[in-house]
C-alpha cells in the first residue's frame, strides 16, 4: 500500500469531516459530523458501505454483515420487529433451540413446510391445536400410530374407510353399528357370538 492523503475539514455550518484516500486500492474513507448525524463512509472500487448515527436510530448498510460474539448475543426491543431475507434465511443452533410468543405464533409458507428431527417431536397447545390441510396424512414407518383423546370422534364428508390385514373394534362398554342406507357384513367366514344374540 502506497501513501495515504489524509484532511480534516472544519466548517461551522458542515461540522467536522475526516477523509482518508488510498489511491492504490481504489479506497475512500470518510467520517462526518455536522451537529445532527455522524456518517462512516467507506467507498471501494466495487461497493460502498455506510454507517449512519443519529439520536435515535443507527443504520448501518453494507453488502456483507458479520456480527461475531466469543460470548453472549441478545437482541432486544420495545417495539415490534422483523427479520426479513430475500434469499435464504437459516438458523442453526449446535445445542438447544426454543421458539416461545406469549400471544399468537403463526408459521406459514407459500411452497413446502418441513419439520424433522434425528431424535422425538414433540407439539403440544395447553389448549386447543388444529391441523389442517387440503389433503394431509400422518404415517408410523415403524410403530404404532396411536391417536387418544377424552371423546374420539373421525368423520368424512363423503367417505370413510379403516382398512388392515387384521382390524379390531372394541367396546369396553356398548358398541353400536348403525346405517341410515344399507348395512353389509361379509366375510368368508362370519360369526356373530353372545349370551344373547338379537337379529331383526
Known amino acids: 500500500m502506497g501513501k495515504l492523503v489524509c484532511t480534516v475539514e472544519l ?23 455536522d451537529g445532527t448525524s455522524i456518517t462512516i463512509t467507506v467507498k471501494g472500487s466495487s461497493e460502498t458501505s455506510t454507517y449512519v448515527q443519529k439520536q435515535d436510530s443507527v443504520t448501518i448498510t453494507c453488502k456483507d454483515f458479520t456480527v461475531d460474539a466469543t460470548g453472549t448475543l441478545t437482541l432486544q426491543s420495545q417495539k415490534a420487529s422483523s427479520w426479513t431475507s430475500q434469499d435464504t434465511l437459516s438458523l442453526e443452533s449446535t445445542k438447544d433451540m426454543s421458539f416461545t410468543s ?14 424433522s428431527s434425528n431424535a422425538n417431536v414433540a407439539v403440544e397447545a395447553t389448549s386447543n391445536l388444529d391441523m389442517k390441510g387440503m389433503q394431509t396424512s400422518l404415517t408410523a414407518s415403524a410403530g404404532d400410530n396411536k391417536v387418544e383423546g377424552v371423546n374420539l370422534k373421525m368423520a368424512g364428508k363423503a367417505q370413510a374407510e379403516l382398512s388392515a390385514p387384521m382390524t379390531k373394534v372394541a367396546a369396553q362398554g356398548k358398541l353400536g353399528l348403525e346405517s341410515a342406507g344399507l348395512a353389509e357384513l361379509k366375510g368368508s367366514m362370519t360369526t356373530v357370538g353372545g ?3 338379537k337379529l331383526g
Open 195 to 197: 349370551s344373547l344374540v
Open 102 to 115: 406469549k400471544a399468537k405464533l403463526t408459521q406459514s409458507a407459500t411452497q413446502d413446510a418441513k419439520l
Open 11 to 33: 466548517d461551522k455550518e458542515k461540522g467536522v469531516t475526516v477523509k482518508v484516500e488510498n489511491a492504490d486500492d481504489q479506497i475512500t474513507q470518510t467520517v462526518v459530523m
